[in-house]
């Protein structure tokens, strides 16, 4: 195989150097105390209502499409708020292992 031209050679050169500053420019900047705790929190109590509601949606439309109100709601409303909890947990469990 040949010689590399000189202007490939200046071309792969300023590639690298425009990849090296895109990847300075991509690592997120640190994260504050409060701003971290603001996300987690804002995060737990999202799995926890929508948990709740999407139970509570599903065991409406099962009673008014069998028509055995409120059993339905009852039953799903439970359910969604363990699933809710259960996402907490693992979400916490998560977070655990990445500060290890």
Known sequence: MGKIPADIKKLDEQI???KQ??????????????????KTGFRVGTEL?????????????????LNTQPWFLVIFLFFGGVAGFLNVYRFVRAEETREK
């Open 49 to 65: 209502v929508s948990g709740v509601i999407v139970g509570a949606a599903l065991g409406w439309l099962l009673d008014l499409w």
């Open 21 to 38: 500053k895109e990847k300075s420019h991509r690592q997120a900047p640190d994260e504050s105390e409060y701003a971290h705790a603001a």
């Open 16 to 18: 690298n150097r425009l």
